[in-house]
């Protein structure tokens, strides 16, 4: 069946550090896929998405590439800052008849000042 | 600006009651969503609906129930308060199938 899984936290790393939150994916076909964070208190929000193979997703200086491959859908971040701290959640829409949205288990990120 | 407004934010509840969780959407999307968040199983589909009259079970749908009069309102209802169903509550809406959520700020039940 369709299923994403993405890397376990927290993940905690400095003020202006590189990040990496893995994500991959098992659907048939061609999901379309997301990244939503969660800031404390609030509800999800789209922060980027990719519909086909090789897209790249980008937003607030977060990005995604949509690596067909691979399964993958790894979000990154060039240099972090301490309001980038929330749980980030992979998720896809499989490209069939049930086509709910499968998210993943999210991942708690900390950012040190 | 187009919204989507759950409440209360926070309810406490004791078992066996009946509590009735409440959903407003001003996006006029077709597709309303509950979902419950718990530690250790991120998000999981309870209901769902794709139109007015309209209501479908989620994976988690034993103990609650929804209906659909208005494009605007899902209200989720908990028949019989358990402990078990002790969450943070998530409605979402969508414009049409595949298109990304739109997700309310939530709803805390303790459920005692």
């Known amino acids: 069946g369709n299923s994403v899984t993405q890397m376990e936290g927290p993940v905690t790393l400095s003020e202006e550090a590189f990040l990496t939150i893995n994500c991959t994916y098992t659907?048939?076909?061609?999901?379309?896929l997301f990244w939503y964070v969660q800031y404390p208190g609030e509800g999800l929000q789209l922060l980027l998405k990719?519909?086909?193979?090789?897209d790249k997703g980008s937003n607030k200086g977060f990005e995604a590439t949509y690596r067909k491959e691979t399964t993958s859908f790894h979000l990154e971040k060039g240099s972090v800052q301490v309001s980038d701290s929330a749980v980030y959640f992979c998720?896809?829409?499989?490209?069939?008849?049930?086509?709910?949205?499968?998210f993943g288990k999210g991942t708690r990120l900390h950012i040190l000042p | 600006d187009a919204e989507i407004t759950q409440s209360p934010r926070h309810k406490i509840t004791e078992t066996g009651r009946q509590v009735t969780l409440a959903c407003h959407q001003t996006?006029?999307?077709?597709?309303m969503f509950w979902y419950r968040q718990d530690l250790g199983h991120g998000l999981r589909l309870i209901h769902y609906s794709y139109g007015v009259h309209d209501t479908n079970k989620g994976e988690v749908s034993d103990g609650y129930s929804v209906s659909r009069s208005n494009t605007e309102d899902l209200p989720l209802t908990l028949e019989s308060a358990a402990s078990s169903q002790t969450s943070v509550y998530f409605c979402?809406?969508?414009?049409?199938?595949?298109?990304?959520?739109?997700f309310g700020n939530g709803t805390r039940l303790t459920v005692t």
């Open positions: 979402a809406s969508s414009l049409r199938t595949r298109a990304p959520l739109h």
């Open positions: 996006w006029n999307h077709n597709n």
């Open positions: 990719a519909t086909k193979a090789d």
């Open positions: 659907a048939t076909g061609y999901p379309s």
């Open positions: 998720a896809l829409i499989p490209l069939n008849r049930d086509d709910k949205i499968i």
